[in-house]
């Protein structure tokens, strides 16, 4: 195994780990029939790396979002 391909893994194995306990507690959310409130999304580190991967911030979002529902309820 080369250094890169061992960095990769134990980066994978990094977000594994910080990801899994949200996965079950979202898994068992679902069972009961919620869903993730924005909050929790947003703080999910694989939502992270979405948002960064298309130049999206947290804050423009959040942005977006509030202009959205200025706009729907003055509508």
Do not use: C, W
């Not at 977000?15 to 993730?36: D, H, V």
Request: proline share 4%; net charge positive.
């Amino acid at each position: 195994m080369t250094y890169k391909t061992a960095a990769v893994t134990a980066n994978r194995r990094t977000i594994f780990a910080q990801t899994l306990p949200r996965a079950q507690a979202a898994a068992e959310r679902f069972k009961r029939g919620g869903e993730p409130g924005l909050q929790e999304l947003l703080d999910d580190p694989i939502m992270h790396r979405l948002l960064a991967s298309d130049g999206v911030t947290r804050d423009h979002l959040l942005a977006l979002i509030d202009d959205v529902k200025a706009r729907l309820e003055a509508a």
